[in-house]
Structures are given as C-alpha cells and as structure tokens.
C-alpha cells in the first residue's frame, strides 16, 4: 500500500507560479507511474500530468501544457511547478500513483488545495 502525501499548496496570484510536491511511503522511482489530478469546486477530477519510472516519458493535460512541469527524484517523490496561473488553477490537487503494469490509478494522497486571486 503505498501512502501519498502532498504539500506544497496555497494561496498565489493569478499569472504567478507554484510549486506542489508528493512524497510515496516507498520508493517509486522504478516500479511506478506517478501523476498529478486536479478538482475545482463542482467538477470532476481530471488529468494534469503524468511520469512513468525513470522519467522515461511525461504526459500533460493541453490545458497546461507549457506552463507546468513534472518531475520526480531517483526515489519517492514527484513536483509539480505551475506558472502562469489561470483561474481554472485553482482546485485541489492530488498526486497518484500506480504501478506501471497497472491500469488504474490506485494511490492517492489527500490532496493540496491551490487558490488564486486576482
């Protein structure tokens, strides 16, 4: 069972950047696609971005693609730089992980609420 802590979130300026970051109870590095979700208030989660191990390839949402960044560490954990904050940013943010033979997303942390103002 591998546990997800994200931290990292908070209150920032629209156009500005943030950084989130997820930390697994084990080492993910090799075995584990990690990912980022988001929810806004009265939505449904979706896809921000993706990494498999190794970093070997990296997957974005269009909405955000070019303005953030995911990466990981040779062991547990996974970032996520935001810039050029738009409204739509603002959600709660929760890191994913599962195993790179699996289909389904099977961890996640409790998430990392991101406001913005104007």
């Known amino acids: 069972q591998v546990q997800l802590a994200e931290s990292g979130g908070g209150l920032v300026q629209a156009g500005g950047s943030l950084s989130l970051s997820c930390a697994a109870s084990e080492n993910t590095f090799s075995n584990y696609d990690m990912g980022w979700f988001r929810q806004a208030p009265g939505r449904e989660r979706e896809f921000v971005a993706a990494i498999t191990p190794f970093g070997r390839d990296i997957y974005y949402a269009d909405s955000v693609k070019g303005r953030f960044a995911i990466s990981r560490n040779y062991a547990n954990s996974v970032y996520l730089k935001m810039r050029t904050l738009r409204s739509e940013a603002a959600a709660v943010y929760y890191c994913?992980?599962?195993?790179?033979?699996?289909?389904?997303?099977?961890?996640w942390g409790q998430g990392t609420p991101v406001s913005l103002s104007s």
């Open positions: 994913a992980a599962r195993h790179s033979t699996a289909a389904e997303w099977s961890y």
